[in-house]
């Protein structure tokens, strides 16, 4: 059977970051080109204040080098993937280890996509909702209701985050509260995977255009498709797409399912990916409990 390879999007920041990781061998040289790329220190930032790490164009960057050095230090001790996806920001890691760029332009890009994102609607106009336990067809019909409202993330069976307008938001989630629902507005800065960060999009298809995009050593089941691509110049349009589109995760879940995946490791800080595929029964691991597991062998072996 096969194995996928699975990155975190944003939400899986958090203060210490740096800390935690310091202790792979990887990271002093993927920390120090991350800073030299970006000419400031990253480092410093995520290990500071949450309220500043959180920030989309801290967070992304952030969540890229924690990921990527766990890839890297991952790979020493077990199989490459037969599959890699991201959810979301965590596709253009995706990327990066399946070898379609290196790891210099990803950490130039997804700090770019942060800014982009941000400074295309005024904190404060947008935000998104996490509904738990709806069937997406209600979910479907609801969002048609109100103005500027759109299905963010299919992220599993039981889990759909909706995005847009922030007015849109809460008359939602107290019109879903009131009926005995469960909807909870989350702590983001703008109306993700909406058709409001266009001008995102366009600024991002600015920065891409110039940046040959090589084949994919894994197949990358992507966001906006929810299928395997390979070909460079068809990777280059969905990772743009999905930037102001949904995010077909569970789709895409289901799509490696299909094709003979029956392990997902997650790859990077926290465990919200590993955590709702348990929940759908599927074997899944956090990259962190296969490297502890081989450190554990390996000082039973030398004790004897």
């Not at 220190?41 to 790490?53: A, N, Q, T, W």
């Not at 409202?149 to 008359?171: D, H, M, R, W």
């Not at 003979?260 to 956090?286: C, I, Q, W, Y």
Request: hydrophobic share 40%.
């Amino acid at each position: 059977m096969k194995l996928a390879y699975i990155f975190p999007g944003q939400g899986s920041q958090y203060s210490g970051m740096a800390s935690d990781f310091s202790k792979y061998e990887s990271w002093d040289n993927y920390a120090k080109v991350a800073n030299d790329v970006l000419g400031f220190d990253l480092i410093e930032i995520m290990d500071g204040d949450e309220e500043v790490l959180k920030l989309t164009e801290n967070a992304q960057p952030a969540i890229y080098l924690a990921s990527y050095v766990a890839f890297t230090e991952l790979k020493k001790c077990f199989r490459e993937p037969d599959f890699v996806a991201g959810h979301s920001l965590g596709e253009y890691t995706a990327l990066a280890v399946a070898g379609v760029y290196d790891f210099e332009t990803g950490i130039y890009l997804v700090r770019k996509r942060g800014e982009y994102i941000s400074q295309a609607m005024k904190p404060g106009e947008g935000s998104m909702a996490a509904v738990v336990g709806v069937a997406i067809e209600e979910i479907e019909e609801l969002v048609r209701k109100y103005d500027g409202l759109y299905i963010a993330n299919y992220n599993s069976e039981e889990q759909t985050v909706v995005s847009g307008k922030s007015e849109s938001i809460k008359s939602f989630v107290k019109h879903l509260t009131e009926n005995g629902k469960r909807a909870i507005e989350l702590k983001v800065s703008g109306p993700f995977h909406t058709p409001f960060l266009e001008s995102a999009r366009e600024k991002m298809a600015a920065e891409v255009e110039h940046i040959k995009f090589r084949q994919p050593k894994y197949p990358i089941v992507m966001n906006s498709v929810a299928r395997e691509i390979t070909d460079p110049e068809q990777i280059k349009h969905y990772v743009l797409e999905q930037i102001s589109g949904p995010v077909y995760w569970k789709q895409s879940i289901d799509r490696m399912i299909a094709l003979g995946v029956d392990e997902f490791v997650e790859v990077g800080p926290k465990n919200v990916l590993t955590s709702m595929l348990k929940k759908a029964k599927l074997n899944a691991k956090h990259f962190s409990t296969l490297i502890e597991t081989k450190n554990l062998t390996e000082g039973v072996t030398g004790g004897r």
